[in-house]
């Protein structure tokens, strides 16, 4: 089962298994992944039409920001290793805005010019690829460019790159980006109460009915439920995990997470949640810890203003924010070791 699907029924099975008034279910794939859209409404005609739009938002994004399939981003990116400047289109424009404070508080963990390297990973393909490694000497070549988005630079509203390697690539946050427009649009047309779960990574707002969201966080290595967290008001959980894609070689896992510093693989971390308002920044966050690892975690999150952070490390160890620690239910009998950190302001 893939996750997305497996993170659908965790979401069902928690909120579905009382007696509860009826909640509009929407269902498409879109930037990869299974996105439901669950819309707790008096109005079932407004309801509906809500879910729909959403569907419109998801499938616009998925043509404007696709990082191997021909579109705006393959244009951009493709004027940029030409060491031309381009004028990008403007939801791009808007997600190099957004994206440049969230790397540099992260310390260019989470770099959306790491596309050169995804590809060379063979990451930039619909289905996670068999290997093996790149080779080393190519590896080498990235890293002695090493691009980052502070290589960029604008000259009016054309956008240029310092760097020759760098390419753009939005996958570690198109989709908070993503269910944040959803959301908003939700809102414009008089929706209160709802999800929107882009493959278990969601952003919920009010309440079901008379009681909040009740959201499973998947455990990283078994398919089952590792933990539960009742979410009301506005709140996003986002989760990076090293079991999305991946390959294995000579026995060992090779993931979807990079660390540009290394060139590799992130190591240390099997799986990141974080609670945040803003599903932009609570996605950027997730990508940002996993590369930062069970030894950094705490100083990122502290720049990049997070408060509720889970960390599974590779040992199985959860490391938790005291925030955390309070909103969280370990699900499994019995729960992992935990290592509770100081608490993030
Ligand atoms: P998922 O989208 O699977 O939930 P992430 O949000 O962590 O996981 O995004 C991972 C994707 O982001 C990768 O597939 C790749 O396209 C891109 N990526 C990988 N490493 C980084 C990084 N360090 N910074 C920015 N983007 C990254
Ligand atoms: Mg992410």
């Not at 498409?28 to 707790?40: D, I, K, P, Q």
């Not at 439920?225 to 070689?249: K, Q």
Request: hydrophobic share 40%; charged share 20%; net charge negative.
């Amino acid at each position: 089962m893939t996750r997305a699907l497996l993170a659908g029924l965790l979401l069902l099975t928690l909120t579905g298994c009382e007696r509860a008034p009826p909640v509009h279910q929407h269902a498409f794939f879109a930037l990869g992944t299974l996105v439901e859209v669950s819309v707790a409404d008096s109005d079932p005609q407004r309801a509906s039409r809500a879910a729909e739009a959403v569907e419109a938002i998801f499938r616009e994004d998925h043509q404007l920001w696709h990082a191997w399939h021909p579109g705006p981003l393959m244009d951009l990116n493709r004027a940029l290793a030409a060491g031309q400047g381009a004028q990008p289109h403007p939801s791009i424009h808007y997600l190099l805005e957004r994206a440049a404070p969230l790397a540099e508080r992260s310390g260019y963990r989470f770099d959306p010019a790491v596309g050169g390297l995804v590809r060379l990973w063979g990451f930039h393909a619909d289905t996670p690829p068999e290997g093996p490694p790149p080779d080393a000497d190519a590896l080498r070549d990235w890293r002695e460019h090493k691009p980052s988005l502070a290589d960029l630079y604008w000259d009016e509203d054309q956008v240029f790159s310092r760097n020759p390697v760098l390419q753009l690539d939005f996958g570690a946050f198109a989709k908070g980006y993503a269910v944040d427009q959803a959301i908003a649009r939700l809102r414009a047309l008089g929706i209160d109460n709802a999800i929107v779960n882009a493959g278990g990574d969601l952003r919920a707002i009010g309440r079901r009915a008379d009681r909040p969201w009740r959201i499973g966080i998947r455990h990283p290595r078994a398919p089952e439920v590792l933990a539960s967290i009742a979410i009301e008001g506005d709140e996003s959980l986002f989760t990076s995990g090293d079991y999305e894609r991946y390959f294995e070689h000579e026995g060992r896992r090779y993931h979807h997470i990079l660390d540009p510093f290394s060139g590799q693989p992130a190591t240390g971390t099997t799986s990141v949640t974080v609670l945040h308002t803003d599903a932009t920044t609570a996605d950027a966050a997730a990508t940002a810890l996993f590369v930062a690892g069970p030894d950094h975690w705490q100083e990122v999150a502290r720049a990049m203003g997070l408060r509720h952070v889970l960390l599974i490390d590779t040992a199985g160890v959860a490391h938790l924010s005291p925030a955390m620690a309070e909103r969280i239910h370990f699900e499994t009998d019995p729960p992992p070791p935990l290592r509770l950190s100081e608490p993030l302001p």
